[in-house]
């Protein structure tokens, strides 16, 4: 007999908070009075298969194993999108129950200002979208869990998402005499593909620990996020087999983590995530369903488990600060290379402020794009790549992208999301909201310390996490907040203003469907073809008697690749150093200049195309020789302003020295008006 029941029959009244605290300690039959075919849990279930597979699949048919990730989160979650907002009632929505949910919506439409204002489309749309494809899962969540239920199914759907991890994780950090002999016994069979046992290779070869996320940093941060929460499932769970599973991730978890080497992961959890987290669950010990002992015997666990691997790890640690200092320096490149493009935009002189920037960003993809225009010009000394996307800070990166409405709006969702989390957790009498909640809250503020020093959230899987944690957090607030009454009141016409947000809504996300969705489905093959193309590219450099075999078959990949997928830029670049290696220098230079037109500044554009410039005045005279060496000096003195490598700076000034040589041979040599008329449009004075 229950205790409602033994109150009831003792005359006792039952207040509503009782009743809430008793249906909160019985959710082994919740699920019996829910339809699970119903069209809300099928929406469901296909939102956890999206996630799966993207957090999931990785493959070797591509140059970077996680191109299937991208390929998937373009491709699935649209759909997504287009039925959570079509499920959305707009006449529900009040700024006291939904304010994150307006607040994000203020951020997307600074995101949409901010593509449309600004330049660099074809690259700009594909970043646009990424966002909108990580939001997704914000969306869904906040919206479409509206029984406690649906809330503890999510719930275990990421902790059997991060058994999963850590099982693949501690598999191929630690069991590599497993690996090696899988991958010996793959060498010499047919069966299998080239593809497939270079990538056993590559996994058994590695000393990182990174899981199927092919990235310790990243793997760290989605850790980060993801630990509160399974620590949630430990304490929440009633069934013996789901709080072991829950414990034994939870461990396991930590365990991966140390294996990081990720400082930054290390502070986000020691000073904002456990403590956040145990100071919101300190009043409510008594709540916890589980017994002293089996407190005791975690604590114990946990301690002497973390002892152990601290002990071991302590030479790889100290290994790893020491790196951690050097790079400050690095990180200080990298942040002021992205804040001065924000208020100056492509302006290196720095003379006049862009308004248009610091109000609205400079659009999706704004750092790639004039990074290299501000870096400081010794960056290679300092572990930074030529290329380099983000600004390994996450806050940056907004700002610059989307200015100061965007990250007002950004800011002001993340403070009101974790606001909402804090208060739910400090007033519900829900036992499991409150824990579910305390996980949220905890991982989102932990990571937002994270992301001031790595830009984990940029890519599929730490970014899709990152996102429908949000969501989970607001969905469970929203669970509590939304009562059973009528939309509107008797006589009360429904708001037209409503109507015609939900239109806008619905079409911004049609034109993700339309826009995405084909993207998506050219993305894979265009990476596979990237690879292909890399492949005989490197083969060309091996084979000197088919040397252009090879670089023919290079090429009409590139040109595939490129073909299905336009804005992948290093297939740019890599087809104009084959061209270059057939001696085609005039497409060669064609694909440069496409390729800075498309992505300005990338990589070491700048210098290639001077030193094609170059290659063509060798074969010009007169005017022609040098007009073609004033367009190679331009280029490769905005390449020597970039970088101080010696071999940028040498070639530089020999083909300075050789323009001036031409100018002075040109004012001795008689020519004729036109071509006197072309050398003074050429001031030479001011271009030496």
């Given at each position: 007999?229950?205790?409602?029941?033994?109150?009831?029959?003792?005359?006792?009244?039952?207040?509503?908070?009782?009743?809430?605290?008793?249906?909160?300690?019985?959710?082994?039959?919740?699920?019996?009075?829910?339809?699970?075919?119903?069209?809300?849990?099928?929406?469901?279930?296909?939102?956890?298969?999206?996630?799966?597979?993207?957090?999931?699949?990785?493959?070797?048919?591509?140059?970077?194993?996680?191109?299937?990730?991208?390929?998937?989160?373009?491709?699935?979650?649209?759909?997504?999108?287009?039925?959570?907002?079509?499920?959305?009632?707009?006449?529900?929505?009040?700024?006291?129950?939904?304010?994150?949910?307006?607040?994000?919506?203020?951020?997307?439409?600074?995101?949409?200002?901010?593509?449309?204002?600004?330049?660099?489309?074809?690259?700009?749309?594909?970043?646009?979208?990424?966002?909108?494809?990580c939001i997704t899962f914000t969306v869904v969540f906040a919206w479409c869990l509206d029984s406690e239920p649906k809330v503890r199914t999510t719930v275990t759907f990421y902790m059997l998402l991060s058994f999963a991890s850590v099982a693949i994780g501690l598999f191929l950090f630690a069991g590599r005499g497993f690996t090696d002999a899988i991958y010996e016994a793959?060498?010499?069979?047919?069966?299998?593909?080239?593809?497939?046992?270079?990538?056993?290779?590559?996994?058994?070869?590695?000393?990182?620990?990174?899981?199927?996320?092919?990235?310790?940093?990243?793997?760290?941060?989605?850790?980060?996020?993801?630990?509160?929460?399974?620590?949630s499932c430990f304490f929440v769970a009633e069934r013996t087999w789901e709080r072991a599973l829950a414990l034994t991730t939870f461990l396991l978890m930590n365990v991966c983590l140390i294996f990081t080497n990720s400082n930054d992961s290390y502070m986000s959890m020691a000073l904002v995530a456990y403590p956040l987290y145990f100071l919101l669950g300190f009043k409510?010990?008594?709540?916890?369903?589980?017994?002293?002992?089996?407190?005791?015997?975690?604590?114990?666990?946990?301690?002497?488990?973390?002892?152990?691997?601290?002990?071991?790890?302590?030479?790889?640690?100290?290994?790893?600060?020491?790196?951690?200092?050097?790079?400050?320096?690095?990180?200080?490149?990298?942040?002021?290379?992205?804040?001065?493009?924000?208020?100056?935009?492509?302006?290196?002189?720095?003379?006049?402020?862009?308004?248009?920037?610091?109000?609205?960003?400079?659009?999706?993809?704004?750092?790639?794009?004039?990074?290299?225009?501000?870096?400081?010009?010794?960056?290679?000394?300092?572990?930074?790549?030529?290329?380099?996307?983000?600004?390994?800070?996450?806050?940056?990166?907004?700002?610059?992208?989307?200015?100061?409405?965007?990250?007002?709006?950004?800011?002001?969702?993340?403070?009101?999301?974790?606001?909402?989390?804090?208060?739910?957790?400090?007033?519900?009498?829900?036992?499991?909201?409150?824990?579910?909640?305390?996980?949220?809250?905890?991982?989102?503020?932990?990571?937002?310390?994270?992301?001031?020093?790595?830009?984990?959230?940029?890519?599929?899987?730490?970014?899709?996490?990152?996102?429908?944690?949000?969501?989970?957090?607001?969905?469970?607030?929203?669970?509590?907040?939304?009562?059973?009454?009528?939309?509107?009141?008797?006589?009360?016409?429904?708001?037209?203003?409503?109507?015609?947000?939900?239109?806008?809504?619905?079409?911004?996300?049609?034109?993700?469907?339309?826009?995405?969705?084909?993207?998506?489905?050219n993305y894979f093959p265009g990476a596979m073809a990237h690879g292909m193309g890399l492949i005989y590219m490197e083969a060309a450099d091996y084979r000197s008697e088919e040397k252009s075999y090879y670089l023919q078959r290079a090429r009409d990949y590139f040109l595939k690749s490129i073909e299905l997928n336009p804005t992948f830029v290093s297939s740019y670049y890599?087809?104009?150093?084959?061209?270059?290696?057939?001696?085609?220098?005039?497409?060669?230079?064609?694909?440069?200049?496409?390729?800075?037109?498309?992505?300005?500044?990338?990589?070491?554009?700048?210098?290639?195309?001077?030193?094609?410039?170059?290659?063509?005045?060798?074969?010009?005279?007169?005017?022609?020789?040098?007009?073609?060496?004033?367009?190679?000096?331009?280029?490769?003195?905005?390449?020597?302003?970039?970088?101080?490598?010696?071999?940028?700076?040498?070639?530089?000034?020999?083909?300075?020295?050789?323009?001036?040589?031409?100018?002075?041979?040109?004012?001795?040599?008689?020519?004729?008006?036109?071509?006197?008329?072309?050398?003074?449009?050429?001031?030479?004075?001011?271009?030496?």
């Open positions: 007999m229950s205790e409602q029941q033994i109150r009831a029959r003792a005359g006792h009244p039952v207040s509503a908070a009782q009743r809430r605290r008793v249906a909160a300690k019985r959710p082994t039959g919740l699920l019996e009075a829910e339809d699970l075919f119903s069209f809300p849990w099928l929406f469901l279930f296909a939102t956890y298969t999206v996630m799966a597979l993207i957090f999931l699949l990785f493959t070797p048919y591509t140059h970077q194993l996680d191109e299937i990730k991208n390929a998937l989160l373009m491709t699935l979650p649209p759909f997504l999108l287009w039925l959570a907002v079509y499920r959305i009632n707009f006449e529900t929505i009040t700024w006291r129950k939904h304010a994150s949910s307006i607040l994000l919506g203020g951020f997307v439409l600074a995101m949409v200002i901010s593509f449309l204002l600004n330049p660099y489309k074809l690259v700009g749309e594909r970043v646009l979208w990424f966002q909108f494809a793959m060498k010499s069979s047919r069966f299998w593909s080239p593809q497939a046992k270079n990538l056993v290779l590559t996994l058994a070869s590695s000393k990182e620990m990174y899981s199927t996320i092919l990235n310790s940093d990243f793997f760290a941060a989605y850790l980060v996020m993801t630990i509160p929460l399974v620590l409510h010990l008594r709540e916890i369903n589980v017994s002293k002992r089996v407190l005791a015997v975690f604590f114990i666990g946990s301690a002497v488990l973390a002892a152990t691997v601290v002990l071991f790890m302590i030479p790889k640690l100290s290994q790893t600060w020491d790196f951690k200092a050097a790079a400050l320096e690095g990180r200080k490149i990298l942040w002021l290379g992205g804040f001065y493009p924000w208020l100056y935009r492509d302006d290196p002189t720095m003379s006049h402020l862009d308004w248009i920037a610091i109000l609205f960003g400079t659009g999706p993809g704004g750092y790639r794009f004039y990074f290299p225009v501000f870096r400081r010009a010794d960056f290679f000394d300092n572990q930074i790549n030529n290329v380099t996307t983000f600004g390994h800070n996450y806050y940056l990166d907004i700002l610059l992208e989307f200015g100061l409405l965007g990250l007002g709006f950004f800011l002001a969702f993340y403070g009101r999301v974790l606001r909402d989390g804090i208060r739910q957790v400090l007033r519900t009498e829900n036992r499991v909201l409150r824990f579910y909640q305390m996980g949220c809250v905890s991982g989102l503020a932990g990571v937002a310390v994270q992301n001031f020093f790595s830009p984990n959230n940029r890519w599929a899987v730490c970014g899709m996490i990152f996102w429908s944690l949000f969501g989970l957090s607001m969905g469970i607030y929203r669970l509590e907040k939304d009562e059973q009454k009528p939309v509107n009141p008797a006589g009360v016409p429904p708001k037209p203003s409503r109507f015609y947000l939900k239109l806008a809504a619905l079409v911004l996300c049609t034109a993700f469907v339309l826009r995405s969705v084909p993207q998506g489905l890599k087809l104009g150093h084959v061209y270059n290696q057939l001696g085609d220098v005039d497409k060669s230079l064609a694909t440069y200049e496409r390729l800075h037109a498309i992505n300005p500044h990338y990589s070491e554009v700048h210098l290639n195309i001077g030193i094609l410039y170059g290659v063509k005045a060798m074969d010009a005279v007169g005017v022609e020789k040098a007009e073609l060496l004033e367009k190679s000096y331009r280029e490769l003195k905005e390449a020597a302003r970039q970088e101080l490598k010696p071999n940028v700076q040498w070639t530089a000034a020999s083909i300075g020295k050789s323009l001036a040589e031409t100018y002075d041979e040109l004012h001795s040599a008689e020519l004729s008006k036109e071509e006197k008329e072309k050398l003074a449009k050429l001031d030479p004075e001011k271009k030496r």
